[in-house]
Protein backbone atom coordinates (compact mmCIF):
# COMPACT_ATOMS: atom_id res chain seq x y z
CA UNK A 1 0.00 0.00 0.00
CA UNK A 2 3.14 2.31 1.04
CA UNK A 3 4.57 1.56 -2.17
CA UNK A 4 1.27 1.98 -4.80
CA UNK A 5 1.03 5.45 -2.40
CA UNK A 6 4.50 7.02 -3.13
CA UNK A 7 4.00 5.83 -6.93
CA UNK A 8 1.02 7.75 -7.42
CA UNK A 9 2.41 10.43 -6.09
CA UNK A 10 5.56 10.20 -8.00
CA UNK A 11 4.11 9.98 -11.30
CA UNK A 12 1.36 12.94 -10.02
CA UNK A 13 4.76 15.22 -9.19
CA UNK A 14 6.36 14.14 -12.85
CA UNK A 15 3.02 15.25 -14.52
CA UNK A 16 3.21 18.37 -12.79
CA UNK A 17 6.81 18.98 -13.52
CA UNK A 18 5.86 18.67 -17.25
CA UNK A 19 3.74 21.36 -17.09
CA UNK A 20 5.29 23.79 -15.35
CA UNK A 21 6.63 27.14 -17.48
CA UNK A 22 9.88 28.24 -16.15
CA UNK A 23 12.71 30.45 -17.45
CA UNK A 24 15.84 28.51 -18.91
CA UNK A 25 18.47 27.63 -16.37
CA UNK A 26 16.27 28.02 -12.98
CA UNK A 27 15.70 25.10 -11.10
CA UNK A 28 12.16 23.55 -11.29
CA UNK A 29 10.61 22.32 -7.09
CA UNK A 30 8.56 20.15 -8.93
CA UNK A 31 11.10 18.15 -11.13
CA UNK A 32 13.30 17.78 -7.63
CA UNK A 33 10.53 16.21 -5.78
CA UNK A 34 9.52 14.02 -8.65
CA UNK A 35 12.93 13.27 -8.62
CA UNK A 36 13.30 12.57 -5.19
CA UNK A 37 9.82 10.87 -4.68
CA UNK A 38 10.92 8.65 -7.64
CA UNK A 39 14.27 7.50 -6.05
CA UNK A 40 12.40 6.62 -3.26
CA UNK A 41 9.65 4.77 -4.80
CA UNK A 42 11.70 2.82 -6.67
CA UNK A 43 13.79 1.97 -3.73
CA UNK A 44 10.91 1.22 -1.35
CA UNK A 45 9.44 -0.89 -4.55
CA UNK A 46 12.55 -3.34 -4.81
CA UNK A 47 12.88 -3.56 -1.14
CA UNK A 48 9.10 -4.76 -0.76
CA UNK A 49 9.60 -7.34 -3.57
CA UNK A 50 12.91 -8.65 -2.15
CA UNK A 51 11.43 -8.96 1.05
CA UNK A 52 8.88 -11.14 -0.80
CA UNK A 53 11.28 -12.86 -2.73
CA UNK A 54 13.50 -13.94 0.82
CA UNK A 55 10.02 -15.20 2.56
CA UNK A 56 9.94 -17.94 -0.06
CA UNK A 57 13.42 -18.68 -0.13
CA UNK A 58 13.15 -19.01 3.82
CA UNK A 59 9.70 -20.67 3.96
CA UNK A 60 10.74 -22.98 1.13
CA UNK A 61 13.60 -24.16 2.47
CA UNK A 62 11.53 -24.45 5.82
CA UNK A 63 8.99 -26.74 4.10
CA UNK A 64 11.46 -28.97 2.36
CA UNK A 65 13.61 -29.57 5.74
CA UNK A 66 10.10 -30.64 7.75
CA UNK A 67 8.96 -32.55 4.59
CA UNK A 68 12.26 -34.54 4.56
CA UNK A 69 12.36 -34.75 8.17
CA UNK A 70 8.68 -35.92 8.95
CA UNK A 71 8.51 -37.52 5.89
CA UNK A 72 5.45 -36.30 4.51
CA UNK A 73 4.11 -36.20 1.54
CA UNK A 74 5.74 -34.64 -2.26
CA UNK A 75 3.16 -32.90 -3.09
CA UNK A 76 3.94 -30.23 0.19
CA UNK A 77 7.41 -29.47 -1.32
CA UNK A 78 6.42 -29.02 -4.31
CA UNK A 79 3.07 -26.86 -3.51
CA UNK A 80 5.96 -24.28 -1.95
CA UNK A 81 8.01 -24.87 -4.79
CA UNK A 82 4.93 -23.66 -7.10
CA UNK A 83 3.88 -20.71 -4.72
CA UNK A 84 7.34 -19.28 -4.99
CA UNK A 85 7.90 -19.84 -8.92
CA UNK A 86 4.63 -17.85 -9.16
CA UNK A 87 5.32 -15.03 -7.44
CA UNK A 88 9.31 -15.21 -8.86
CA UNK A 89 7.87 -13.76 -12.16
CA UNK A 90 5.72 -11.12 -10.51
CA UNK A 91 8.27 -9.71 -8.41
CA UNK A 92 11.27 -10.14 -11.06
CA UNK A 93 8.98 -8.27 -13.97
CA UNK A 94 7.70 -5.29 -11.39
CA UNK A 95 11.12 -4.18 -10.55
CA UNK A 96 12.38 -4.90 -14.32
CA UNK A 97 9.93 -2.41 -15.18
CA UNK A 98 10.47 -0.30 -12.16
CA UNK A 99 14.12 -0.16 -13.02
CA UNK A 100 13.22 0.54 -17.22
CA UNK A 101 11.10 3.52 -16.18
CA UNK A 102 13.81 5.26 -13.94
CA UNK A 103 16.36 4.78 -16.05
CA UNK A 104 14.39 6.28 -19.07
CA UNK A 105 13.60 9.37 -16.59
CA UNK A 106 17.42 9.56 -15.40
CA UNK A 107 18.77 10.30 -19.11
CA UNK A 108 15.59 12.47 -19.81
CA UNK A 109 17.42 14.20 -16.23
CA UNK A 110 20.53 14.13 -17.75
CA UNK A 111 19.28 15.64 -20.99
CA UNK A 112 20.33 12.72 -22.94
CA UNK A 113 16.94 11.18 -23.44
CA UNK A 114 15.23 11.54 -26.72
CA UNK A 115 11.46 11.86 -25.56
CA UNK A 116 9.43 12.14 -22.54
CA UNK A 117 6.76 10.18 -23.73
CA UNK A 118 8.85 6.83 -23.39
CA UNK A 119 9.51 7.83 -19.69
CA UNK A 120 5.66 8.10 -18.85
CA UNK A 121 4.97 5.08 -20.89
CA UNK A 122 7.40 3.26 -19.01
CA UNK A 123 6.25 4.45 -15.94
CA UNK A 124 2.76 4.12 -16.56
CA UNK A 125 2.77 0.57 -17.75
CA UNK A 126 5.40 -0.58 -14.47
CA UNK A 127 2.72 1.04 -12.12
CA UNK A 128 -0.02 -0.88 -13.89
CA UNK A 129 2.17 -4.39 -13.31
CA UNK A 130 3.08 -3.69 -10.04
CA UNK A 131 -0.32 -3.13 -9.07
CA UNK A 132 -0.76 -6.39 -10.72
CA UNK A 133 1.72 -7.75 -8.99
CA UNK A 134 1.02 -7.03 -5.70
CA UNK A 135 -2.36 -8.46 -5.82
CA UNK A 136 -0.94 -11.42 -7.16
CA UNK A 137 2.21 -11.80 -4.54
CA UNK A 138 -0.77 -11.28 -1.86
CA UNK A 139 -2.52 -14.35 -2.93
CA UNK A 140 0.27 -16.21 -3.38
CA UNK A 141 2.09 -15.66 -0.05
CA UNK A 142 -1.73 -16.48 1.59
CA UNK A 143 -1.55 -19.22 -0.12
CA UNK A 144 1.72 -20.12 1.37
CA UNK A 145 1.18 -19.09 4.65
CA UNK A 146 -1.95 -22.35 4.53
CA UNK A 147 0.45 -24.48 3.28
CA UNK A 148 2.69 -24.13 6.03
CA UNK A 149 -0.07 -23.90 9.26
CA UNK A 150 -1.01 -27.51 7.21
CA UNK A 151 2.95 -28.02 7.89
CA UNK A 152 2.80 -27.41 11.32
CA UNK A 153 -0.13 -29.28 12.19
CA UNK A 154 0.59 -32.19 10.49
CA UNK A 155 4.22 -31.94 12.27
CA UNK A 156 2.26 -31.11 15.90
CA UNK A 157 0.40 -34.58 15.00
CA UNK A 158 3.34 -36.72 14.95
CA UNK A 159 5.34 -34.68 17.77
CA UNK A 160 1.94 -35.79 19.59
CA UNK A 161 1.56 -39.35 18.60
CA UNK A 162 5.58 -39.79 18.89
CA UNK A 163 5.56 -38.68 22.20
CA UNK A 164 2.22 -37.21 23.93
CA UNK A 165 0.56 -34.10 23.91
CA UNK A 166 2.32 -32.33 26.73
CA UNK A 167 5.60 -32.20 24.47
CA UNK A 168 3.83 -30.48 21.94
CA UNK A 169 1.82 -28.25 24.14
CA UNK A 170 4.87 -26.97 26.06
CA UNK A 171 7.06 -27.14 23.00
CA UNK A 172 9.67 -28.97 24.19
CA UNK A 173 12.22 -30.62 22.38
CA UNK A 174 12.04 -34.53 23.53
Known amino acids: MTT?????VSFGLGLRSVFEVRAPG????WHTMH???????????????????????????WVKEVVRVYQMPEWIEAQAKKNKRKAFRFEFWSMTLMSIAVWLGG????????NPIWHLFATSLAM?????AFCVEYVVIVAQARLLLEVKARADEQREARYGPDV???GANP
Open 4 to 8: GSLML
Open 26 to 29: VSDP
Open 35 to 61: FLFGLLTMLTTLLVHSIVYTYFLGTGK
Open 107 to 114: SLDGGHGS
Open 128 to 132: AFNLG
Open 168 to 170: VAT
